[in-house]
């Protein structure tokens, strides 16, 4: 009887350390996701202030003729293939919009457009 009684005890005392760490373990994933988020946000923004200045610097305020910039994605980049266009872009039909690597940097640019002056 005492045993019984004692392995019931013992049963649920593991089963709420177990819920216990589950639950800890979740708390500590969501707030590294936070900080991850946080640090990503930061390196982005970052990155786009860091594009925006390389253009300043070459004097450019727009693409090469024919483009206009849309977003600075803050993404590094070497080359116009290291860009991705996000999907959000690709949905819209105002314009053909293409990832473009400027000056280091990816961008969003819709090709062929009159630029405003």
């Known amino acids: 009887m005492i045993s019984q009684k004692l392995l ?3 049963a649920i005392t593991c089963a ?3 819920v216990l760490l589950v639950t800890i373990d979740v708390i ?3 707030r590294q996701q ?3 988020r946080r ?10 202030a860091a594009a925006a200045l390389t253009l300043m610097s ?3 305020k727009n693409p090469p003729v024919g483009y206009k910039v849309e977003e600075f994605l803050g993404a590094s980049c070497q080359e116009d293939k290291d860009c991705r266009l996000p999907f959000d872009y690709a949905l819209q039909s105002r314009c053909a919009f293409i990832a473009k690597c400027i000056s280091g ?3 969003v640019v819709c090709p062929n457009t009159p630029l405003a002056e």
């Open 8 to 10: 019931k005890i013992i």
């Open 16 to 18: 709420s350390l177990f």
């Open 28 to 30: 500590l994933f969501y």
């Open 34 to 36: 936070a900080e991850w």
């Open 39 to 48: 640090g990503n946000a930061e390196f982005e923004e970052l990155s786009k």
């Open 58 to 60: 070459t004097g450019e």
């Open 105 to 107: 940097g990816c961008a």
